[in-house]
C-alpha cells in the first residue's frame, strides 16, 4: 500500500538516514534514487503471500544474475517476535538465482522449508535485495502488523507499478540532495 510523502513519512529520518544511504551507494553506486514509499501491513485474517520475488528478471535469458539494481529497506512500527503478528519470511541467497532457476526450485522443491522469519524489533531495519525469494505470513493477532517499506534503485531502473507522490509544497522544502535522491520519472506532483 502506497503511503503519502507527508509528514511523519517524508521525515528525512525515514528515507534519507545517512548511515543507511551509505550501504545503498555502496550497493546500488552512486546516483541512486528512492523509488517508493510503501507499507505492508498484514491485519487479522490475512494469508499466505505466495513465495515471490518483488521484481521480474533485468535480463531472464542470462546465465547468472546481474549486480543488485533495487533494495528495499523495511522497518517495522512495531515489535515482530512471534509468527503469530506474521512476520516477513525470506529464503537466503535466493536473489543470485536465475529466474529459470528459480521457478525450476519452486516446482521441484519444497521451498518452505528454507524460508527465514525475520523477527525485528520496532525501528529494526533490513535491507534487501527485491530479487530475494519470500512471502508475507498471516497475522493472527486482533494488532495491524506495520512495516514501512523504502525501494531505493539505480538510476536508470523504472517500476511504474511504485512511485511516489510528492507535493510541490514538500517537494521544494527538501535540500538538493533530498531533491536529487527521490528525484525520478514517477514522482506526480499533487
Known sequence: MPLPFTLPFSHESVYSNPD???IVKRILGPGFRMCQLA????????DFQNIHRD???????????????QLALNFPLCHIRSMDIGPLEIIPGTHLWTVR????KMKSDDLS???VPIFMSEGD???????????????LTN??????????????????EVSLRISKHIFS???DEQRALVRIHCIEFI
Open 101 to 104: 532457476d528459480g521457478e525450476e
Open 143 to 160: 494488532n495491524p502488523r506495520p512495516v514501512v517499506v523504502v525501494g531505493y534503485s539505480r538510476s536508470w531502473w523504472y517500476r511504474p
Open 20 to 22: 543507511i544511504l551509505k
Open 55 to 69: 521484481t521480474a528478471a533485468l535480463f531472464p535469458d542470462f546465465e547468472s544474475e546481474p549486480p543488485p539494481y
Open 113 to 115: 522449508e528454507k524460508l
Open 125 to 139: 531495519i533490513i535491507i534487501r535485495d527485491v530479487r530475494t525469494l519470500h512471502r508475507g505470513t498471516p497475522n
Open 39 to 46: 507499507s505492508d501491513t498484514p491485519l487479522l485474517g490475512s
Open 173 to 175: 522544502s527538501l535540500t
